[in-house]
């Protein structure tokens, strides 16, 4: 396939949501769908800047592609959910003293690389090689990551038992 012609939506759509649900079935043992985001929503979500009285501390893993397709995946979580996430996958209560700064954002890069993972598979699979970079966290509230203009940009919602993970996925195909 060549490198020029744009990926379709449906199969960003069909990949990121194959590899949200295999990642957190797998690794998490809970179910995860995926949500419509309304953007006009009261109360907006990241990667949209929320109002300062919204805005939850949140993390958000990344990891980025290159080859054929360069890009990155940004993936939001509430710390809440994070620090649930990590405790789910380390075997350990969410009140541990285990269970720090550093334990969450190394679980949730690991997560966050291999939802990206999976992701890339599908990309390679539909002839797109590529290779994937390093996880990196960042942690705040009220920020939000933005696009330069020449990329794509695709946002997904998901849900797992009350909690929101949204993929924010940024791409461009190699000139």
């Known amino acids: 396939m060549p490198a020029t012609q744009e ?15 295999d990642v957190f079935k797998t690794m998490l043992g809970r179910p995860v769908e995926m949500r419509a985001i309304d953007q006009r929503e009261p109360q907006l979500w990241p990667p949209l800047p929320p109002p300062p009285e919204q805005g939850a501390p949140h ?10 397709i360069n890009g990155l995946i940004y993936l939001y979580l509430e710390v809440s959910f994070a620090n649930l ?9 969410v009140g541990s003293p285990a269970l720090t700064e550093e334990a969450v954002n190394d679980a949730i890069g690991e997560l966050t690389n291999m939802i990206v993972g999976v992701f890339k598979n599908g990309l390679c699979d ?10 990196s966290i960042v942690r705040g509230r009220n ?4 696009p330069v203009s020449s990329a794509q940009r695709h ?21």
């Open 7 to 21: 990926i379709s939506e449906l199969l960003i759509r069909e990949n990121i949501n194959r590899a949200v649900a």
């Open 59 to 68: 993390l958000v893993g990344t990891v980025g592609f290159l080859g054929d």
């Open 85 to 93: 996430c990590t405790a789910r996958l380390l075997g350990m209560e």
């Open 126 to 135: 539909s002839g797109y090689s590529c290779k994937l970079t390093i996880p």
């Open 143 to 146: 920020f939000c990551i933005g």
């Open 155 to 175: 946002i997904y919602a998901f849900e797992s038992q009350g909690h929101r993970v949204v993929a924010d996925i940024l791409m461009k195909n190699e000139d």
